[in-house]
């Protein structure tokens, strides 16, 4: 089975709240993860990465948090914009491959 | 910077065909690897290649088998083609170790019929 999920599969935002979308994941021995974000008819797009030393990263609008705890990765998207309408995957890296979650698909309500 | 770039976008192929798709990488980027992705299974590994050499594959059958030249340029190749392989077929290369900041290209849409 896959070894990382997104709890929600879908995830409707009100433009201008903040988004956050959830990924567990079940390899401990994961020290890379991704989140990307893909567009109908587009190949995925990095958002941002995360190493397993870290707990949290920022970037443009973008937070990924990472709870190694409990197996936990969020994505956190500020001020929602209707362009971040998409598909997002959190992966993580394991002997040199991707394994991805099935997807949330993030609808921004204007 | 011209990104991963996949060719053809389209391809429509007859059961029992084979098909070869092209991925070429960014420049400067060694590691190449292929992916597939469908509704039902969502995005599945096939292989990855690092200077021509494959160091690893995914449970995929032997009728999917992939190369890398020397300028890094990636083929996969699928044989014998069944509805089931109806996919978008995703390339990413990545430029140091494999699989870090790993960029995808806009994928190859195949339908088998």
């Known amino acids: 089975g896959e070894s990382v999920g997104l709890h929600l599969p879908t995830l409707s935002v009100q433009e201008g709240d903040n988004s956050i979308i959830n990924c567990a994941y079940s390899?401990?021995?994961?020290?890379?993860f991704i989140w990307y974000k893909q567009e109908s008819g587009k190949g995925p797009q990095f958002i941002i990465d995360?190493?397993?030393?870290?707990d949290k990263r920022q970037g443009q609008r973008v937070t990924v948090l990472l709870n190694k705890t409990v197996k936990h990765l969020s994505l956190q998207i500020a001020a929602t914009q209707p362009g971040d309408s998409a598909v997002y995957f959190c992966?993580?890296?394991?002997?040199?491959?991707?394994?991805f979650g099935a997807g949330t698909t993030v609808t921004v309500r204007a | 910077k011209a990104g991963v770039t996949q060719t053809p976008r389209y391809l429509i192929k007859t059961r029992g065909q084979q098909v070869t798709l092209s991925c070429s990488p960014i420049?400067?980027?060694?590691?190449v690897s292929w992916y597939q992705q469908t509704p039902g299974q969502g995005l599945q590994f096939l292989f990855e290649y690092f200077s021509e050499t494959q160091r690893n594959k995914g449970n995929f059958p032997g009728r999917f088998s992939g190369r890398q030249f020397s300028n890094s340029r990636s083929e996969m190749n699928v044989s014998t083609l069944e509805l089931g392989d109806s996919a978008l077929y995703l390339c990413?290369?990545?430029?140091?170790?494999?699989?870090?900041?790993?960029?995808f290209g806009q994928g190859t849409r195949l339908t088998v019929v």
């Open positions: 995360i190493r397993s030393n870290m």
């Open positions: 420049s400067g980027h060694r590691s």
């Open positions: 990413a290369s990545s430029p140091h170790q494999p699989n870090t900041e790993a960029f």
């Open positions: 390899n401990s021995a994961s020290d890379y």
């Open positions: 992966a993580e890296v394991n002997d040199y491959k991707l394994s």
